[in-house]
């Protein structure tokens, strides 16, 4: 009885002695670190995923300077004021860079002061014209210092009842050169030529502050 008690005993003992070392090596796994994930190349947004535009970049420039009508208008140079709206075009551009977004669209509204050399007797010599405008637009240099664009577009000339000057649409081209004074604020000149009827032009030219929201 007594041989057969120790030979139990001896026999429990070597299970647990193989047994231990298992479980710690179970729990050692268990403790160790997850394998850590691959990285992935950074995310590029195809071109059906970008916006049209991205108002995120609006830009806006309001401005003021002269008006200068061709010989067929009859009237010397007068003041006008201008706002002009633009934003960048993703859907046109390579992604990844916010300095890339080269193609824009405009929209802007301008206005001028015109009074004709006409005979006296006619009536509404003198009034307000308004050109309203859209188009395309593209920057050539956005370097943090200066800016240079160049734009395109059709306006429709609205004059304001003025004697023998019919409203109606036409196109117009145009540049902005400008140099930056704040990360938000940038100094502006812009000239722009407006065709009209019968080879008639009108040539603006403005001073403006291009905020950039």
């Known amino acids: 009885m007594t041989l057969l008690t120790a030979s139990w005993i001896a026999l429990l003992a070597l299970q647990q002695e ?10 050692d796994v268990r403790k160790q670190d997850p394998p850590q994930e691959r990285p992935t190349e950074p995310f590029r947004p195809s071109k059906t995923e970008r916006p049209f535009l991205d108002f ?15 010989s067929k208008f ?7 004021a201008s706002l002009r709206a633009h934003a960048p075009m993703p ?27 006409l ?14 405008s859209i188009g395309a637009d593209y920057s050539f240099l956005r370097d943090g210092i200066w800016i240079l664009m160049a ?25 902005t050169v400008g140099l930056q004074l704040t ?11 407006i065709f009209g009827d019968s080879g008639s032009m009108v040539f603006l030219n403005t001073l403006g502050l291009l905020i950039q929201f």
């Open 119 to 132: 005979s006296p007797t006619v009536s509404h010599r003198s009034g307000v014209v308004s050109f309203i």
């Open 74 to 80: 009859l009237a010397d140079p007068a003041p006008c």
């Open 183 to 193: 990360g938000k604020l940038a100094l502006t000149y812009s000239p722009e030529a």
């Open 18 to 27: 193989t047994t231990l070392p298992r479980q710690m090596a179970l729990d």
């Open 56 to 70: 995120d970049w609006l830009e806006l420039t309001p401005g003021v300077g002269m008006a200068v009508y061709s």
């Open 151 to 175: 734009r395109a577009g059709v306006m429709y000339a609205h004059y304001g009842g003025v004697a023998d000057l019919k409203n109606g649409f036409g196109p117009l081209v145009g540049a």
């Open 91 to 117: 859907w046109l551009n390579p992604p990844g860079d916010v300095v890339g977004e080269y193609f824009g669209l405009f929209a802007q509204a301008e206005f001028a002061t015109i009074d004709r050399k």
